[in-house]
């Protein structure tokens, strides 16, 4: 599934004459890397006004998807911020229409995050990127304590601000999990999203730590591919 850019009539915010130019809606960080660079960049759908020469970006909507990381995000345009709920309402339809169809071939089963515009999109990707980096440090200290990895789920892990992998417990419940990663935390590993997962897990009430079992080939192969980006 490629990414897709459109040819698109563009207005310059000076109010100079509108001009073509192309414009990138949906980005497949997997297939395209450097677009995935670009929007780290500053550079994604920064246009150049042939008439005054000024720079802008093309406010619009966005659709980003990082497979390996699990990781699908709507960047509404600027303008529309003040329609967050309308907005979130259009992006379950939406996603629940891509699921279908342009999803379908992937498999792809997230909860879809959004933000408005593409520094917000930047900032989220670079706060995701740090703690898939963090999930990594996690996953290696468990693994050289001999302790097995779990992979928690994505979705639910970001919501609760949890790192993606940590040690597994001895069972399902939320004690071992949290008795895992104290261990883990004992060793002299830095990690504040693993702290804060053992503190709530260690909670009264905790519920069991919601993890993908079945994926723990899923789970080598993203620990394999996910490499530092350039910041
Ligand atoms: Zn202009």
């Not at 890397?33 to 500053?42: N, R, T, V, Y």
């Not at 779990?150 to 071992?176: C, H, I, M, S």
């Amino acid at each position: 599934m490629r990414s897709i850019k459109l040819t698109d009539q563009v207005v310059c915010p000076d109010g100079c004459e509108a001009f073509e130019a192309d414009r990138w809606t949906f980005i497949n960080a997997q297939q395209d890397p450097e677009l995935k660079e670009a929007i780290l960049g500053g550079e994604l759908n920064l246009f150049c006004c042939p008439q005054c020469h000024s720079f802008f970006y093309g406010d619009s909507d966005l659709i980003y998807l990082d497979e390996e990381a699990e990781l699908l995000v709507f960047a509404f345009s600027e303008k529309n911020r003040n329609q967050r709920k309308k907005l979130e309402e259009k992006m379950k339809h939406d996603y629940s229409l891509l699921k279908d169809t342009l999803f379908k071939q992937v498999r792809l089963d997230v909860g879809p995050m959004y933000v408005f515009g593409l520094e917000e999109l930047k900032t989220l990707l670079l706060k995701e990127q740090a703690r898939i980096e963090e999930s990594q440090a996690i996953a290696a200290a468990a693994a050289a304590l001999g302790m097995p990895v779990a992979r928690l789920v994505p979705q639910w892990a970001r919501e609760n601000d949890f790192p993606l992998y940590t040690a597994a417990g001895t069972d399902e419940t939320a004690k071992t999990f949290a008795d895992s990663a104290r261990k883990v935390l004992q060793e002299g590993l830095k990690s504040p999203l693993l702290k804060h997962f053992a503190d709530q897990m260690q909670g009264d009430g905790a519920q069991a730590p919601k993890v993908y079992y079945e994926h723990t080939e899923k789970t080598q192969r993203s620990l394999k591919n996910h490499r530092p980006v350039r910041r």
